[in-house]
């Protein structure tokens, strides 16, 4: 704030701001500043910075001069529009909006139609002859005054409305006439003053400055919190506040206002897509309490409005190189444009988008990679309807965003939340969902709307989720009280399962199967792209040939990780399995090892295979031991109903045998007991037998003229030494198993580093490994001091109360974790220069832990098959923003 300048004005060629001042003026102010810089009619307004929000909520008061410059900006707007703020005879009249930086569709609060009283209705009703859009108006901004400055419950307003419409006989809002406005007007007055002990305040600037106190407080109302939690925007940015002289779509048959987008924002095409309402204004389209009307049809109604409309929508976009939503109102056949933004889209649409751009020549590839950001693929890999399913369609609403949900309905958002949290998938239905419901949406699989249109809050809130959604489904109907839902016949009920359909607007009783999309056309595409300027190799976490083949699908470039423990719970496995840990003695365990081999090495060659020609990281033995011990209760049991039955003592004694022998198995902490290496120290005839699988399968499959790389890992090392003891076993049995088949095979073995001591020692340990992979799953857990199965009762709560950002399990905790991690990298490579390092844990997929890895120079990320094209994505972003960084 050195230059003391809060306010900035815009339109009537007095334009002060610029689109590349967003970080200043809000994506709002800063796009309504750039379309008046490109002539493109814009109501004239001013913008009052993000810095005086900032201020404002710490300080709980404005900075110094600031409300002089904004009466110094009202006398502007009253030269440029001819009306004066506050005058009875010709009002000036404005809305009050905020404008955070990024989008926040509907999270924060607006004021419309603010100048007007007593007094200057009748001034407006006047001027425009028409008193019947001067009542309208008032009790608009009554409604959004009491509700967004005074804090009145907004249903308060809706039911003397709605009991007006009852008491006329009317549906819409706009059937009833100037009289019964006037009484709404006054009976809203009433609720005002009954519900803050105050009358309503008739001067224009107190409601002004009252406005833009409510605004910026809406930066921390609660709908908002949980927005930017979710879309990690963070606290400290603000919000600015636009000031605009009113225009007015609700002035008759000649006038309307609508929401469009320059693509289709839900497949990309390129296409005008939106929707308009004549005589209404902005909020009724995006409220959904009336259906709107196709943008398409403005052509017929409105030809002169939608052929200007077409050529800025147009110029727009190839301005700002991106698709656009826009809003505009006509006002008696002449258009405004209020808004233009950079549109919120499904996943689908991003790629389409970004691909078709770079073929139109308005972007280059690297610009098309930074616009998709690589969650938004994971969401274009979720399910869809399986299309031969047979499916019981009830009733069709709009496809407002694509994908499929399967769900038990719920009614309330708080109710989603609840059941989601409880582990239940629902979907959300409502008859038309509000920014408060931001909590349940998120928790839904998807959302259900009887009302509203494809640009309704619902349709664009989970768009940008990547949720399905059908909107403006107008054939069920719902009664909470009795918790069901009708459609035609079909009585829906909550806690019932449904199905809904976002790209066909399809709603279908009962579950039904779902399938996942393949990687194919523009998504080929744009990773293809993205392979080509990242450097982080991106490779996967599978344990069954199916799993590795999925990855080769989805671009992986060899297996991480190979979990062995994960193939032994097969139901004729678990039984050998349980017969070598319950052994007493080694030729006891050989015993069920040489049972294990051949289905060992049966797993190998079947992953081998389908990665031929990629590394293969397979982890030898990992067991907290407690997975595969018989249930103590079960033998418990047994052991009771046995000595009820008289059995034979031999019997009994056998019982009694495995329950001392799961005593003395069993672990305080299993997690940090007998697992990983340390089982191969005590029992070296273990890993002997895996090495074997591992090399007999690579020798067979390699005479049979394939490339097999195996790498070898050994897990849970926390001292050198035990690298080096496994390590000789491992060299032992692999040279004999290939001089035995007179194959060579050129096998790596390496580590996991999952322990701060490995980390802190590596430089030791890397004396004996061909490579590292960070186990950030253990690493986490370990140093936390967290235990990853019981950390979820608390970590809810260290994340409210913001002692953590976010779950360290899902998004790496880069200064503590992280710090272990490049400490690592260091000591590693500091005695072993080429040293091959990559993470396996879940973070491998994650976007920001994979631009941290490619930071930290690792080689190499991986993660679960359908997480790859993720991975691949987030490391061509980390790759493009150090080229960018570089240049600077």
């Known amino acids: 704030m050195a230059d003391n300048k809060f306010v900035y004005f815009f339109g009537g060629n007095k334009t002060e701001g610029k689109n590349s001042m967003k970080e200043l003026l809000g994506g709002k102010g800063a796009n309504l500043a750039e379309m008046a810089n490109l002539g493109i009619p814009v109501p004239p307004g001013f913008t009052i910075t993000t810095e005086v929000c900032v201020q404002y909520l710490k300080d709980k008061d404005y900075p110094k001069g600031l409300l002089e410059q904004v009466d110094a900006a009202i006398v502007k707007l009253e030269e440029v529009v001819g009306k004066k703020f506050g005058d009875n005879e010709n009002p000036l009249l404005v809305s009050v909006r905020s404008g955070a930086r990024v989008s926040m569709p509907g999270m924060m609060d607006t004021v419309l139609n603010l100048g007007l009283n007593d007094a200057s209705v009748l001034g407006l009703a006047k001027n425009t002859e028409n008193p019947r859009f001067a009542y309208d108006s008032y009790r608009r901004f009554l409604t959004m005054f009491g509700d967004v400055v005074l804090g009145i419950e907004h249903d308060k307003f809706e039911h003397a409305l709605s009991e007006k419409k009852h008491a006329l006989g009317v549906k819409l809002d706009n059937e009833l006439g100037v009289n019964a ?48 939690k979710l879309n990690n925007i963070p606290m400290e940015w603000g919000t600015a506040v636009n000031v605009q002289s009113m225009v007015y779509g609700n002035m008759g048959e000649t006038s ?50 939608f ?11 190839n301005h700002f190189r991106d698709m656009q939503d826009i809003e505009f109102t006509i006002e008696q056949g002449t258009l405004y444009m209020l808004q233009t933004r950079n549109g919120k889209r499904t996943a689908a649409a991003a790629i389409k988008i970004a691909a078709d751009m770079v073929a139109e020549g308005l972007i280059d590839k690297k610009t098309a990679i930074l616009r998709i950001e690589p969650n938004q693929i994971d969401k274009l890999l979720h399910p869809m309807i399986d299309p031969q399913a047979t499916l019981q369609v009830v009733a069709t609403g709009l496809p407002a965003s694509p994908g499929a949900a399967v769900g038990k309905v719920v009614f309330t958002a708080e109710h989603a939340e609840q ?114 300027v990242r450097t982080l190799g991106v490779r996967t976490n599978a344990d069954t040939p199916y799993d590795a083949s999925v990855a080769r699908e989805f671009g992986a470039e060899g297996i991480g990780l190979c979990r062995t423990e994960h193939m032994f719970f097969g139901e004729e496995r678990i039984p050998v399995v349980r017969e070598m840990i319950m052994a007493e003695t080694e030729a006891a365990r050989r015993s069920a090892l040489v049972k294990l081999l051949p289905m060992q090495r049966e797993d190998f060659a079947g992953i081998f295979h389908a990665m031929e020609g990629y590394p293969v990281t397979i982890r030898l033995l990992d067991p907290p031991l407690h997975e595969f011990l018989p249930n103590h209760e079960e033998a418990l049991e047994k052991l009771m109903e046995l000595e009820s039955k008289d059995a034979p003592e031999s019997e009994i004694n056998k019982v009694k045998k495995v329950m001392e022998r799961i005593e003395f198995l069993k672990e305080i902490n299993p997690m940090l007991g007998f697992r990983g290496c ?40 926390s001292h050198v030494k035990e690298l080096q003891i496994v390590k000789q076993q491992v060299v032992k049995v692999a040279s004999a198993v290939m001089a035995d088949k007179d ?108 631009i941290f890895g490619h930071k930290v120079g690792l080689n190499y990320v991986s993660c679960s098959p359908f997480r790859v094209p993720v991975a691949r994505m987030a490391a061509a972003h980390a790759a493009i923003q150090e080229e960018e960084m570089n240049k600077k």
């Open 419 to 532: 059941m989601a949290e409880s582990g239940a998938k629902v979907i959300l239905v409502r008859t038309e969902t509000s920014p408060e419901d931001i909590g349940g949406m998120n928790a839904a699989e998807g959302i259900l709307t009887v009302r509203g249109g494809m640009t309704s809050h619902a349709a664009v809130v989970a768009r940008g989720m990547g949720k399905p959604c059908v909107a403006g489904c107008g054939e069920i109907s719902i009664d909470i009280k009795k918790g069901v839902f009708s459609a035609g016949s079909c009585s829906i009920h909550e806690g019932d399962y449904i199905s809904i359909d976002g790209s066909t607007g399809h709603v279908i009783v009962g579950k039904v199967p779902l399938i996942t999309p393949e990687v194919s056309g523009e998504l080929k595409t744009v990773l293809k792209w993205a392979d080509e």
């Open 743 to 850: 194959v060579k095979i050129n096998y790596k073995i390496g580590t996991m580093i999952e322990l701060p001591r490995a980390a802190l020692t590596a430089d030791k340990i890397a004396l004996e490994a061909d490579f590292f992979s960070f186990g950030t799953n253990d690493l986490t857990q370990t140093t936390f001091g967290f235990s990853r199965d019981d950390a979820a009762k608390f970590l809810p709560a260290y994340i409210e109360k913001s002692i953590l950002e976010h779950d360290p399990f899902a998004v790496l905790d880069q200064s503590g974790v992280g710090e272990l991690i490049k400490i690592g990298i260091d000591k590693g490579r500091s005695t072993k220069s080429d040293l091959k390092i990559g993470i396996c844990g879940e973070h491998g997929g994650e976007p920001s832990s994979v």
């Open 181 to 228: 406005l006037k009484e709404l007007v006054e009976q809203f007055k009433l609720i005002i003053e009954h519900e803050t002990g105050k009358q309503f305040p008739q001067d224009a600037r107190t409601q002004l400055l009252m406005s833009i106190d409510a605004v910026f407080q809406s930066w921390n109302n609660q709908r908002a919190i949980t927005y930017r």
């Open 307 to 317: 052929k200007q409309l077409e050529e800025i929508y147009i110029k727009l976009e």
């Open 256 to 305: 309307g206002t609508g929401v469009a987008f320059t693509r289709d924002p839900a497949t990309g095409h390129k296409r005008f897509y939106g929707e308009y309402l004549i005589n209404a204004q902005g909020e009724d389209v995006v409220a959904g309490i009336r259906t709107p009307r196709p943008i398409s049809t403005l052509k017929e109604a409105m030809p002169i409005a």
């Open 678 to 717: 340390r089982l191969g120290v005590v029992y070296p005839e273990i890993y002997e037998m895996q090495v074997q699988a591992i090399i007999e399968a690579a020798c067979e499959l390699t005479k049979e003229g394939m490339t097999i790389v195996p790498e070898i890992m050994i897990p849970l090392i």
